[in-house]
């Protein structure tokens, strides 16, 4: 198969980048077929699961996204695993960076678990998945992250097991949270 570019035209560079892209497409029949697509261009990102295997508890934020609210989450507030942007850095100084801000945890040692991207009918970002465990002493500051940033995040220490029923209740909707606690499920790292 090939793709040929025709046209990207700017949309929006409001917040991050929206592009329609006009582009030629070679099926597997071999007729080239001329599409039309948006694509919004954010960044990649990492997200993490910060689990305690000795306490069973796993941590997690709370935070408001108005996406969700806008699609008739009530109060817009979701229930995640804590994430962010690159921003130039490796996966790993990312997600190290992310839990500390977000969390208060400083951890050292992450495992990269997958990459996966998330909305690819639209959205260019590929997500790194994390998991690493913690400890009270790891405890460095309160998280929250960053007024400057816009943050107002709440961070939950969740038994493990509450959390994976937080899925069947619908009190946890967030996809990659729930790739990663399904993760931790099937490789019993709680």
Known sequence: MAVKIVE???LSDNWYTLNKITFDYQTNTGEWQRQEREAYDRGNGAVILLYNKEKQHVILTRQFRISTYLN????????EACAGLL?????EECIKRETEEETGYQIQDVKK???AYMSPGSVTEIL???VAEYSSNMKVS?????EDEQE???VLELPFEKALKMIDTGEIKDGKTIMLLQYALINQLV
Do not use: A, Q, R, T
Not at 72 to 79: E, Q, V
Not at 142 to 146: K, N, P, R, S
């Open 87 to 91: 921003d130039k850095n490796s996966p």
């Open 113 to 115: 678990v997958f990459e």
């Open 72 to 79: 008739g989450n009530k109060d817009g507030h979701l229930i």
């Open 152 to 154: 107002n995040i709440e």
């Open 142 to 146: 309160e998280g929250g992250g960053h």
């Open 128 to 130: 790194y998945f994390f």
């Open 8 to 10: 990207k035209k700017l």
